[in-house]
């Protein structure tokens, strides 16, 4: 099963977040240390709420970067026209991600990223689109793809210590648009009238461990301890049209940051 983790809304939207794109120019924001600002967008440590300098911020898709101040504020001076990503990176922190839209962007954001602990895996930082590079205008957030497709599916080695007996091991995903599943679907995530896909599909070292259904932010996929070895492997296999026969349509979707965490296996199970 899928689960989303800490993820707080609230007046000044407080989230944690990842990565930037090698598909689009880079379109640099200025920051404006003016009073206004300061009262907007920011991000801070999340566990001391300090102010976090020179942290990249970016939208991959819209090829959009920016860097937080010396207060930790930055600006988002970009068009957005549907759901989008947001990526936070600073050295030291956890990246994360965040999907947004032009309503979210229009508020205060009061970004919280987390310090990296022992154990964390970045698997893939950059934006990944998956799929064959045709869809439709109502398929889900498609008005915001721009990378080419890498093909139907993701995979990436990657090395991991060894779990003690009270850890539990994870697979993040950090953000997903794109996904034209039957839940999507009657989420009201589309609006693609009458077909849906299969949802995407997520191995660990060749073993089925979840699938991706709904779009949104820090998906967890808990991962078998059984399945976890020195070195490992990670694929993540888009879903398939599930109304066309005479050939394979696959689902396009965009996927970012993706990451293995080791976890308390206790502050797991009450978080």
């Known amino acids: ?21 090698a598909f689009c ?26 102010p976090v300098t020179g942290a990249a911020v970016s939208i991959p898709s819209l090829g959009y970067r920016t860097t937080s101040a010396s207060d930790g504020t930055f600006e988002l001076n970009t068009q957005i026209n549907d759901k989008a990503i947001l990526s936070v990176q600073k050295d030291g922190y956890r990246p994360f991600s965040l999907t947004i839209d032009d309503n979210i962007a229009s508020k205060p954001l009061k970004l919280g990223i987390e310090k990296s602990k022992a154990g964390d895996v970045t698997i893939e930082s950059e934006l990944c689109h998956l799929g064959d590079d045709v869809y439709s205008e109502t398929s889900a957030n498609s008005a915001e793809f721009k990378g080419k497709s890498t093909g139907a599916f993701f995979s990436k080695k990657f090395s991991t210590k060894p779990l003690r007996p009270n850890e539990e091991a994870v697979v993040i995903i950090g953000s997903v648009i794109g996904l034209d599943t039957k839940m999507a679907k009657e989420l009201g995530q589309n609006q693609i009238a009458y077909v849906y896909s299969s949802p995407a599909e997520i191995f660990f070292n060749g073993e089925k461990v979840g699938e991706l259904n709904i779009n949104g932010d820090n998906q967890e996929v808990v991962i078998p301890r059984q399945l976890i070895r020195d070195n490992n492997e990670l694929t993540i296999k888009t879903g398939r049209n599930l109304f066309q026969h005479a050939y394979i349509d696959y689902d396009d979707i965009e996927i970012a940051n993706i990451r293995f965490e080791i976890k308390d296996k206790h502050a797991f199970a009450i978080r």
């Open 25 to 50: 120019e880079v379109i640099s924001g200025q920051v404006n240390e003016n009073a206004t600002l300061k009262r907007k967008n920011k991000v801070v440590d999340s566990y001391t709420q300090k």
């Open 1 to 21: 099963m899928l689960r989303v983790t800490r993820i707080l809304l609230i007046p000044y939207i407080f989230f944690a977040l990842t990565a930037h794109n």
